[in-house]
Each structure stands twice: as C-alpha cells, then as structure tokens.
C-alpha cells in the first residue's frame, strides 16, 4: 500500500519518461528497448544533435509506446548545466482525444 499506482494520462507519461531515460541495452532480454539519448549529454548541441535526439526520441517512442503519437518534439540546450531540456507533445490514442505535454531535462548524473 506504500506505491503509488498511476492510471490513464499518468501512466502514459510515465511510460514515455521511462522508456526516454532507460538506455538500450539496460534491460535484460530487452535490448533494443529504451533510447540513447543519454550519449548526447557531452557533445555540443547544435543543429544536427538536436536532430539526432528528436530522432532517436521518436523511433523510441513508435516502437515501445504504441498507445501515443508525437505532434512535436522540442530540444533546448542548457550550455551551463551540460543539460538539455526536452520538451514533448503527444497525443493519446483513445477515441477520447487527449493530448499532453512531457517535459523533463536530461543531465548527467551527480
């Protein structure tokens, strides 16, 4: 009774925070899960590097999250922190339309 359980729009952007911060080849017999995102945290953000992580977060995303659609994908470095905020917006596959935002800062680990 001490975990909190999460349903409907919480447990989808929990899922999407989950399957973004694990690293392929974290899971055991699930290698391909998850994203790389995390090997973008010390090279330069610029251009290209935002747009290898908004593709990296989408093939994630369309092959472990099935119940969401991407509308926009938003990269924005933080050169002070060695960070970058990521700023998602999906759509809930329901035959209610909901569509949320994610947002989170991935940085290294202290």
Do not use: H
């Amino acid at each position: 009774g001490d975990v909190a359980r999460k349903r409907d729009v919480e447990s989808v952007k929990q899922s999407v925070l989950n399957i973004l911060r694990t690293n392929r080849g974290e899971r055991p017999f699930l290698p391909a899960y998850g994203s790389n995102i995390r090997s973008y945290l010390f090279e330069n953000i610029d251009a290209v590097t935002r747009a290898l992580i908004e593709e990296d977060i989408v093939f994630s995303l369309s092959n472990f999250e099935p119940r969401v659609r991407i509308l926009n994908v938003d990269v924005t470095d933080v050169p002070d922190r060695n960070a970058a905020n990521i700023s998602l917006e999906l759509e809930i596959i329901t035959p209610i339309e909901t569509i949320i935002a994610v947002e989170f800062t991935l940085e290294r680990l202290r």
